[in-house]
């Protein structure tokens, strides 16, 4: 599962990840396979004004993960420049030799 942004349906835009928390928490919310989910933050220095962020999940991966063909994530913070480094990291990862 390779990912690099993330839909945000309130605003209908498309942000990169600032953080790998951000990454951790789609892909655990796609492995259980949420269809979208809601994050809201107070912002105490706004006199009660209240931040939210809606993510809607793609429909594919999430179909994949209810029906139990994605069984686990890896995050990874740094993505390798080349397809044949990501394979090779891949494999190492899933203790299976690169081909």
Do not use: C
């Not at 492995?31 to 809607?56: C, D, F, N, Y």
């Not at 999430?62 to 080349?82: T, Y």
């Amino acid at each position: 599962m390779l990912v690099d942004s993330f839909w945000d349906s309130q605003d209908s835009v498309r942000w990169p990840f600032y953080n790998t928390g951000d990454a951790v928490r789609l892909a655990s919310d796609i492995m259980k396979a949420k269809k979208k989910s809601t994050r809201i933050a107070p912002i105490l220095q706004g006199l009660g004004v209240v931040a939210w962020e809606s993510t809607k999940y793609d429909e594919t991966l999430v179909a994949m993960a209810k029906d139990g063909q994605l069984i686990n994530a890896v995050v990874v913070e740094n993505i390798p420049d080349s397809a044949e480094e990501l394979r090779h990291f891949a494999g190492q990862v899933l203790r299976e030799s690169p081909t």
